[in-house]
């Protein structure tokens, strides 16, 4: 419930505010190709040009991660609008993405 | 099949530095491998991993990693606190935590790796040199896969990973409950490990006791079974078995109980070192003749442990005041220590390390436990009998002279043992009862053994009063010691008897002396008369002499003057009148007398 509300509470400044994201990979990784390749395809579709993102690979930068309270790889933190939301994996299963980016589907 | 083969060389091991457990391992884990601790929620792993690190960190500088994925680094930081590690400054500068809690706020979308997270912890590990990682809750982590091909996959990568960064030890903690897990892979698990330990805690009588075990380790003997684990002031403690051989010298040097006739009894006091049990139901005196004790040691300046299970400090100071045990003076001046504690819901090894820790505190001659038995009330009577004797011996290495007491339920001398079985180890029993007689119940001293002292056999009235405990003087009688008021009544009427016996002496020799007197009288009357009779007799003789002179004078001069008959007729006559008087009487002498009077007559 209050995850659905935050939702859509995010979704109405969905469409005029840019959402910042930060992709937290380890490039060599087989999950953290496929959620390069997941969420630039999400974006595409459903951000067009009202997003930024900053792709981290981990083991050039792990004191980034580390300072980014980051776990496992592949992860995606959404760094604003507010309510920040982190999604771990490697982001094949578009609804949840799309719900914790506060994006409408 | 070579000939020659060299001896295997043993394992290379890293001290956990946690009191036991390196025993138990013969040397602690093995060095550079993985060691997975597995257990139930609360069982220890955590305070066993962590503990190995703050060991590590403290003892010999090393560095270490703790990666937190069940609970918070806070959250661990703060569950430690009530060790004396001094954690938040360590981890300042020796120990690093890293929360790799995934909040269930975060969303789950694919599948993940590890790879990021090993990357960060190489970076990690490079930067302040760490020689120790931890995983805790690994579980937590691999459970999240939802797939066992990637938690296998996962599993190997940390492996691989832990190989290649060469560290001294990696403990992996995982939340496996008996041979329940939500792990698929836990098997595997269990297989890429060099060594397994498993902790348990269950509840016994309303108790939580823990247990460790090591179920495995690879290329190294160790000590098997099930051994219990107990949180003191230091962290975890594993009590590893009792050494075989007891080494305690025995001293000659005897040390007083606090008052005389008891040392006696027990043939000039407690021996220095020695351990005595005191039984008895309640309200026997128990706790007065270990404060005694507890008094005469500090009077000879001995510094002194008092624990109790029972009362506050300031209750028994105040109880023991009423019977002249004077105990605050040397609680004033430190020479005494008072602790009393609780034993509801504390596990008997917790009690174990609260007494060593005392000890290693106060470092007392003589301690005193009332009552020891107490700490069978904390569940598990198997593990209170296990504490029991631990601490004896423990004691016993350090020469301190024990007196704990205990408390039975039954009053029969053959049932004197007590639940936790502490008579047997004992040196000296010393057994109080009631006894119950003549509607009073008085308290009984009995010394069921003193090792090494030729003690009194005899049961004693142990009596309270202003002055201290006494023992009583013994009244046996037709083969009973008497007490209380029979004995005060056996003291009077035998204090009765002596009287009488004493008047009734007096009497007859006043008696004796009067009958003597009187037979002394009678006698002198008797010699009077049998004088007279002699005299009388005497007297009667002559007379009759001069009658028979007389007569024959007579008969000469009738003879002479008839000229007739000669002398021989008058004698032949006399004769026949003798026989015919006896005949009549029976006696020869009335005959003879009245032939004599009758002669007289006429």
């Known amino acids: 419930m ?59 930068y ?15 933190a959404k760094v604003s609008p507010s309510p920040a939301a982190t999604v771990v994996g490697n982001l094949s299963d578009k609804i949840e993405v799309l719900r914790a980016l506060g994006i409408r589907g | ?8 060389q043993s394992l290379p091991k890293i001290a956990t530095g946690i009191q036991g457990f390196d025993e138990l391992s013969h040397g602690g884990l093995p060095r550079s491998r993985i060691s997975l601790l597995k257990g139930g929620p609360g069982s220890g792993k955590t305070v066993f991993a962590l503990q190995s690190l703050v060991n590590a960190a403290r003892e010999r500088g090393e560095s270490g990693i703790f990666v937190a994925f069940e609970e918070s680094p806070r959250q661990i930081i703060a569950n430690a606190g009530g060790f004396d590690w001094d954690l938040p400054t360590l981890v300042k500068n020796k120990l690093f935590f890293m929360d790799a809690n995934l909040s269930p706020d975060i969303v789950q979308s694919g599948e993940f790796d590890l790879r990021g997270l090993l990357a960060m912890l190489k970076a990690k590990k490079e930067e302040i040199g760490a020689r120790w990682i931890v995983f805790d809750g690994v579980d937590v982590l691999l459970t999240l896969l939802q797939n066992p091909k990637s938690e296998m996959r996962e599993i190997y990568r940390m492996r691989a990973w832990l190989a290649e960064n060469e560290l ?28 397994v330990i498993g902790f348990e805690q269950r509840l016994e009588c309303g108790v939580s006791l823990h247990r460790v075990q090591i179920l495995k380790y690879r290329g190294s003997p160790f000590a ?17 078995p009792e050494p075989t051989e007891i080494k305690q010298v025995a001293s000659g040097e005897r040390v007083s109980v ?16 020695s351990s005595t049990l005191i039984t008895g139901v309640p309200g026997t005196s128990k706790t007065t003749l270990s404060g005694k004790f507890a008094e005469a040691a500090c009077r000879r300046g001995e510094r002194t442990l008092f624990v109790s299970f029972d009362e506050g400090p300031e209750r028994i100071v105040r109880n023991l005041m009423s019977v002249g045990i004077q105990l605050r003076p040397y609680l004033k001046s430190g020479l005494l220590r008072m602790y009393s504690g609780r034993t509801e819901s504390v596990a008997a090894e917790d009690h174990l390390v609260t007494l060593k820790t005392l000890i290693s505190e106060h470092q007392p001659r003589c301690m005193v436990i009332d009552p020891l038995s107490a700490i069978a009330k904390a569940g598990g009577l198997a593990a209170a009998r296990s504490v029991a004797n631990r601490f004896i011996y423990t004691a016993k290495d350090q020469k301190i002279t024990v007196v704990v007491t205990a408390i039975n339920e039954g009053n029969e001398p053959e049932t004197e043992s007590t639940d936790l079985q502490i008579s047997t ?30 003690h009194s056999n005899q049961v004693r009235e142990l009596t309270l009063s202003d002055a201290g405990p006494m023992l009583a003087d013994v009244y046996t009688a037709g083969g009973e010691v008497l007490m209380g008021t029979l004995r005060w009544e056996k003291e009077d009427e035998e204090r009765a008897r002596r009287l009488e016996r ?50 024959s004078d007579r008969e000469k001069v009738l003879r002479r003057i008839r000229s007739a008959d000669p002398a021989g007729s008058a004698g032949n006559g006399g004769t026949a009148s003798v026989a015919t008087h006896r005949g009549s009487n029976g006696s020869a002498k009335f005959g003879k007398k009245n032939r004599t009077e009758s002669r007289d007559g006429p």
């Open chain 2, 502 to 551: 004493r008047t009734e002496i007096d009497q007859k020799r006043v008696s004796l002396e009067l009958a003597e007197a009187d037979t002394r009288a009678r006698i002198k009357v008797l010699e009077h008369d049998l004088e007279r009779q002699r005299i009388e007799l005497a007297a009667y003789s002559s007379d009759d002499q001069a009658r028979i002179v007389s007569s």
């Open chain 2, 425 to 454: 180890i004992a040196d000296t029993w010393i057994h109080l009862s009631y006894l119950i007689r003549g509607g009073e119940r008085n308290r009984a001293l009995t010394i069921i053994k003193s090792r090494g002292t030729a």
């Open chain 2, 168 to 195: 001294d030890g990696a403990i992996l903690t995982a939340k496996i409950d008996g041979a329940g897990s939500q792990i698929a892979n836990y098997g595997f698990l269990q297989f890429m490990v060099d060594c």
């Open chain 1, 62 to 76: 792990p004191r980034r991660a580390l300072a980014d309270g980051i776990v496992v790889t592949p992860s995606l």
């Open chain 1, 2 to 60: 209050a995850r659905k509300k935050t939702s859509r509470a995010a979704s109405d400044t969905a469409a005029s505010t840019v959402v910042v994201m930060v992709l937290y990979v380890t490039e060599s990784g087989p999950n953290s190709a496929r959620a390069i390749a997941n969420l630039e395809a999400i974006c595409e579709e459903h951000l067009k040009d009202r997003y930024r993102l900053e792709i981290i690979d981990v083991l050039e």
């Open chain 2, 1 to 8: 099949m070579g000939t020659n083969r060299p001896i295997p």
């Open chain 2, 258 to 273: 606090g008052f005389d006739r008891l040392d006696t009894m027990l043939g000039g006091g407690l021996f220095r070192g």
């Open chain 2, 224 to 240: 098997k079974g099930e051994y219990p684990v107990s949180f003191g002031p230091g962290g975890m403690e594993i009590v590893p």
